[in-house]
C-alpha cells in the first residue's frame, strides 16, 4: 500500500527462453481471437496478492456496493478473480502506544467477518494453495489475509503465531517506516530513524519462525538489506507481494534487476504492482512536484468534518490531480511483466495490484473486470496462454504449496522464543 517444489533453475539458465518470449515485434502483434482471451479468463486462476479495500471495509464500506472512488468491489470481481489476499495493513501511527496489535486484528476481522461472513456466495476464506484451487472449482473467490507492516507483531513471536491462527499466510517485513528489526525503504534517508542494516538477530528470528509456521516472507517495502538478509536467511521462496521493475521506474519500493535475480534463485516470485509511479518513469518524475502542489490542498479537504462532504472534496481534489498528470498505461504494466520476465524468468512473476491502496492506476486496467485486456496485450505480445496462467496464479501456488512444504519439514521443530516473550 501506497498512502501519501520450492527451488528452481537458475534465472541464467532461464534467460534465453525469456528473450525470445518477448522479442515479438510488438509493431506487429499477432492476431489474438476473443475465445482465446475468454477462454483463459475461465480458466486462469487470478491471484492478487495485494488489495487494501479493507482499509475501507473497516469502515462499514460493503464490498458488495459499487466502488467509486476505488478498484475493488464485488460486481468487478465476481467472474474475473480467483483469490485476493486481502491487507491487514496497520499504519505506522498505532506503533505509538502499543496499538499495532489492536488494529492489525480488527483489520483481521473485516476480512472474516465483513467480507466472507457477510458474503458467503461469493467469498471463501482460505489459507493454503489447495483452498484457491477448490475457491476456483466452485465459482467463488478465495478470501486470503497478508499482513502489511512488521511491527504488528510488535516484537512478539507470539503474536506472529497468533495472526497465524487466525489465517494470516504472509507479512510485509515492514511498511515505510523502519521497525525495531527491519529496516524500510520508506525512510532510509531520514537521519533521524535508527536503522539496522537490513535485519537484526531479531529479525532473523521473525524470517525463520515464518518459515516454520508456513507464513510467506514478503520483502515488498523493505530496504534492500532488509530484502538480501531475508532472501539469506528463509529456507522457503520468499515473495514481492508489491513490487514492480526499478530498471523501468527508478523509485525505490521497486525491484532492482540483481534483486529480481536473487529472488528467482531463491524460488520466490515478484508481483507486479499497478501504482502508476512503480509503473512509469514519467508519471513518477512528474507527480512529484505535483505532490508537493497538492498537499496541503488534500489536508485541508481531511479536516473537513462531514464525512460525505470530506470525500466529495477528496474525490475533486483527486480528478485535478488526474487532469494535470495523465496516468500510466496498459502498455506500462506489460513493459513491467515483460522486464521482470527477461530478468528472472516466467516462474518468477505475478500480480499484486495494490487496488485501493494507491492514487492512480492505469485506467485500462482500473479493476478485475478489466484483465482481459492485459490478457490480450500478453498474448499480442507472444506469451502463450500457460504462460498468462502462471503470471496470474501458478507461480504463487507453487510459491504456496513450498512454503506450505517447508513448514511441514519443520513441523517437529520447536516454535522460537525471543527475549521480547520472555519478559
Sequence with gaps: MRKFSSFVLSPLALMPIA?????????????????????????????????DVTSRTVDGYNIATPNKRGQTDLARMKGFLG???????????????????????????????????????????????????????????????????????????????????????????????????????????????KHHNGLTPFGKDVVREMNRLGMMVDISHTADATFYDAIATSTAPVIA?????????????????????????????????????????????DSKP????????????????????????????????ASKLPPATLADVVANINHAVKIGGIDHVGIGTDFDGVGCVPAELSSYDKFPALTRALLEKGYSAEDIKKIYGGNLLRVMSAVEQRAHDLKNEPAIESSVDKK
Excluded at 19 to 37: D, G, I, Y
Excluded at 251 to 260: G, H, K, L
Design 19 to 51: 528473450f525470445a518470449l518477448v522479442a515479438q515485434n510488438p509493431a506487429s502483434p499477432r492476431h489474438v481471437t476473443q475465445a482465446e482471451v475468454d477462454k483463459i479468463t475461465r480458466e486462469a486462476i487470478l491471484i492478487d496478492t495485494h488489495d
Design 83 to 193: 483469490a485476493e489476499f486481502f491487507a491487514v495493513y496497520v499504519d505506522a501511527s498505532y506503533v505509538e502506544g502499543n496499538h499495532s496489535a489492536n488494529r492489525a486484528l480488527q483489520m483481521i476481522d473485516t476480512v472474516r467477518t465483513d467480507i466472507v461472513a457477510a458474503h458467503p456466495n461469493d467469498f471463501v476464506f482460505a489459507t493454503t494453495a489447495d483452498d484457491i484451487v477448490r475457491a476456483h472449482a466452485q465459482h467463488k473467490i478465495a478470501a486470503l489475509e497478508g499482513i502489511e507492516g512488521g511491527h504488528a507483531i510488535e516484537d512478539s513471536l507470539r503474536l506472529l503465531r497468533d495472526y497465524y491462527a487466525l489465517g494470516v499466510r504472509y507479512m510485509t517485513l515492514t511498511h515505510f517506516n523502519t521497525n525495531n528489526w527491519a529496516d524500510s525503504q520508506g525512510d532510509a534517508e531520514n537521519p533521524k530513524v
Design 241 to 285: 507481494s508489491h513490487s514492480s521493475c526499478r530498471a523501468v521506474s527508478s523509485n525505490t519500493r521497486n525491484m532492482t534487476d540483481a534483486m529480481i535475480m536473487a529472488l528467482a534463485k531463491n524460488g520466490g516470485t515478484m508481483q507486479i504492482n499497478f501504482d502508476c509511479g512503480y509503473l512509469s518513469q514519467r508519471y513518477d518524475d
Design 290 to 321: 505535483l505532490q508537493k502542489e497538492m498537499r496541503a490542498k488534500y489536508q485541508e479537504a481531511m479536516k473537513i468534518a462531514d464525512p460525505a462532504a470530506r470525500e466529495a472534496a477528496t474525490e475533486a481534489l483527486m480528478a485535478e490531480s
